[in-house]
């Protein structure tokens, strides 16, 4: 049997090789197909895809016999017998998170006609993506149309990802066309199209908002959504039926064992409790101060800083989530400050901002729903240990100079939650909450 040795091509160099047999030059083959020449020329260098209608007018111009159209089918086809798992690398865990766990795997064990959806939120260095991680790469087996990974960069050193750009790769990720000049709303609905009668998980890491998060929703059931944010995302509890689960501080013990696993045989037991109350029982917190006594071999730092890797400190995490704050809740933040630990009314903050008590309500709801606050009950707010250091800090380095009608008219230009709102139609343009 003869055996054929020729290798497999890729549809740029058959485009490319098909071409020049005809005798023709890029903007020769752009006229035939009506395509630019510079559109041409990256799909044969590989910087752009190539399309059905691409393929199918090439074959037709070229006189291929549809070899062109096979290329392109028999990749996709390829791309689809390999397993799609974009999760990355797990972090090795020290702390158990068995409630947060248990809670994922009760939401993902629930019958439902449609897609579920779940909000880890939790405060900065808390653990939220860590777990999820954890958790998704325990059940990935059982999503065998694959799973989707993005980091939507809500709260970080840049801007936030587009959604489009999001839509654009887990279309491809899936094998489908990708048009660049396709408006989100047709992007949207062609993954939506994609997603039907498939089982795939979601992972949206770091989410910014509900609205970056809604255009990512499949409609099919079966698909798993896991969100991760800093962020309540009330919006899509509230609207898209999205279920919440929160990632609280770890206990006491926890955070014990943590410091001495990270720390070493340096370690002093007698000041790990101290260590762990200043560190908020934040898992970021104690990584880093545990390291600091096992590498520096000096004494721990103050609960917000420390290390060579400033990416890493409680510090510069708060700082992304402060930089998310309208002026006057960042404002807000700051003369708060004197507080310390000690629990916040809206009425006390009325007083301390010089505002009304509905507007100080309004700020202090602000302040919690990125957890820079903690709800202990209603109408009552604490700062937690690294919170309230770095709103202290805050206050040092930035002084508030502003004239109290400036701060007032901040205020006054916060949207007011009791207000009517114009009425939102969803995607198919009926009223939200019509029937």
């Known amino acids: 049997m003869e055996i054929n040795t020729t290798p497999a091509r890729s549809f740029e160099s058959a485009l490319r090789a098909a071409r020049c047999e005809r005798g023709l030059s890029l903007g020769q083959l752009a006229q035939l197909v009506n395509y630019s020449k510079s559109h041409l020329s990256r799909v044969e260098t590989g910087d752009k895809a190539p399309t059905d209608m691409l393929a199918r007018r090439c074959d037709e111009a070229l006189r291929t016999g549809g070899r062109l159209s096979r290329l392109i089918d028999a990749d996709r086809s390829g791309r689809r017998d390999l397993p799609l798992n974009q999760l990355p690398r797990a972090v090795p865990s020290l702390v158990e998170r068995a409630a947060t766990i248990t809670a994922l795997d009760r939401a993902l064990h629930r019958d439902s006609a449609e897609c579920t959806v779940v909000v880890v939120d939790g405060q900065a260095g808390i653990g939220k993506t860590t777990t999820a991680l954890h958790w998704a790469h325990g059940v990935a087996r059982q999503f065998p149309d694959g799973v989707l990974f993005t980091d939507l960069g809500g709260f970080g050193p840049g801007e936030p990802a587009n959604e489009t750009d999001v839509l654009r790769h887990f279309i491809a990720s899936l094998g489908g066309q990708v048009d660049v000049e396709a408006s989100a709303e047709h992007l949207a609905a062609r993954y939506r199209s994609l997603m039907t009668g498939k089982r795939v998980l979601i992972m949206l890491d770091n989410a910014a908002s509900a609205g970056q998060v809604r255009p990512l929703l499949p409609a099919a059931g079966g698909c798993y959504v896991l969100v991760t944010s800093r962020d309540r995302l009330s919006g899509l509890v509230v609207r898209d039926g999205a279920e919440r689960v929160t990632v609280p501080p770890v206990p006491k013990d926890e955070a014990l064992r943590l410091l001495e696993a990270v720390a070493g045989p340096r370690f002093d037991r007698s000041a790990a409790p101290g260590l762990a109350h200043s560190c908020g029982y934040v898992p970021l917190a104690l990584r880093v101060a545990a390291e600091n006594i096992a590498g520096w071999h000096r004494s721990p730092f103050d609960g917000l800083g420390g290390g060579a890797d400033e990416a890493t400190t409680l510090r510069t995490v708060l700082s992304w989530s402060y930089r998310k704050l309208a002026p006057a809740a960042a404002k807000a933040l700051q003369r708060l400050a004197v507080t310390g630990g000690e629990t916040v009314?809206?009425?006390?903050?009325?007083?301390?901002?010089?505002?009304?008590?509905?507007?100080?309500?309004?700020?202090?709801?602000?302040?919690?729903?990125?957890?820079?606050?903690?709800?202990?009950?209603?109408?009552?707010?604490?700062?937690?240990?690294?919170?309230?250091?770095?709103?202290?800090?805050?206050?040092?380095?930035?002084?508030?100079?502003?004239?109290?009608?400036?701060?007032?008219?901040?205020?006054?230009?916060?949207?007011?939650?009791?207000a009517p709102q114009p009425p939102v139609r969803n995607q198919d343009g009926i009223l939200d909450g019509s029937t």
């Open 345 to 418: 009314t809206p009425a006390t903050a009325a007083d301390l901002l010089g505002i009304g008590v509905n507007e100080a309500h309004l700020l202090l709801g602000m302040l919690a729903e990125i957890h820079l606050l903690h709800q202990v009950e209603p109408g009552a707010y604490t700062f937690d240990q690294l919170t309230a250091a770095f709103s202290a800090e805050l206050s040092e380095r930035r002084p508030l100079r502003p004239a109290p009608e400036d701060f007032h008219a901040q205020v006054h230009r916060l949207p007011d939650s009791r």
